[in-house]
């Protein structure tokens, strides 16, 4: 029972995880469009 719980918990953190890594991604390329940081990398053209 308790390896059970352990293994979910240990699932759940990974997942947390997962979506904060990916929320600090976003964040950071949005403040570096929205700062012009970004602006000459990214083809105009598309």
């Known amino acids: 029972m308790l390896f059970y719980l352990t293994k979910e918990l240990n ?8 979506i904060s890594t990916t929320l600090v991604v976003v964040a950071g390329v949005s403040a570096g469009v929205l700062g012009g940081k970004f602006d000459f990398k990214f083809p105009k053209k598309i």
């Open 11 to 18: 699932s759940g953190v990974k997942k947390i995880g997962t």
